[in-house]
């Protein structure tokens, strides 16, 4: 069973909008969660993170949002640019110290 | 360099044969990760160091993989007898291994078993 998942494997938004990945996850125990950037060939980048006991983490133009009675968080991207199109990894972690990753997220941005 | 360095990047062996992927981390973290990637999925947890002890070695598929770290630096994934359902990217990943810290990774190796 996928303790973190990302529900859409693609999506594809115009130059200068806005991006919103999505991710939900089933494990209460998880208080930590990340999200990561992938250009093929190489290996996941870190972006932005955000503690279960906050809601919003912003880091100029990446905002995570956190809804822990929904277990869903987002990532918001804007404006979007070319050079955002990569996989988008939503992680999460609990106290076990490892990172469980969902399945990925392609981000397409059109000039 | 300063990052997180896999070889090979990639390797192609046949089934049955025993393969060897190296990991080298960034310098003083002492937390290193071993993930495998499989086609349109995330990384998948192997195996997790704490210096030179395995800490966490729950996602190791059976006991032909086995991982170690002797000096608590560069670590060496080990795959006997292996199959073709082995194929897939193998990532290396470390953090400084404070509470929270982000993961680092290097670029993978390409494992194909033909």
């Known amino acids: 069973d996928q303790q973190v998942k990302q529900n859409s494997p693609s999506l594809s938004v115009q130059e200068g909008r806005i991006s919103i990945l999505n991710c939900d996850y089933t494990?209460?125990?998880?208080?930590?969660f990340l999200w990561y950037k992938k250009y093929p060939a190489e290996g996941p980048t870190f972006l932005i993170s955000i503690s279960s006991i906050k809601d919003k983490n912003e880091d100029g133009r990446f905002t995570v949002f956190l809804n822990k009675s929904a277990k869903h968080l987002s990532l918001h991207i804007v404006p979007s640019q070319p050079g955002d199109s990569a996989v988008y990894f939503c992680a999460a972690t609990g106290d076990a110290g490892k990172s469980t990753f969902g399945d990925g997220t392609t981000l397409t941005v059109k000039p | 360099g300063a990052g997180v360095s896999q070889t090979p990047s990639n390797k192609v062996t046949e089934k049955g044969k025993y393969v060897e992927l190296r990991c080298d981390p960034i310098?003083?973290?002492?937390?290193l990760y071993w993930y495998r990637q499989s086609l349109g999925q995330g990384p998948e947890f192997l195996i997790y160091f704490q210096g030179t002890g395995a800490a966490d070695d729950s996602g190791l598929p059976n006991d032909r993989f086995f991982a170690v770290r002797p000096e608590g630096s560069v670590s060496t994934l080990k795959i006997q007898r292996t199959e073709r359902g082995d194929s897939a990217v193998y990532l290396c990943?470390?953090?400084?291994?404070?509470?929270?810290?982000?993961?680092?990774f290097g670029n993978g190796t390409r494992l194909t078993v033909t």
């Open positions: 310098s003083g973290h002492t937390a």
């Open positions: 494990n209460s125990m998880f208080d930590y």
């Open positions: 990943a470390c953090s400084t291994g404070q509470t929270n810290s982000p993961l680092h």
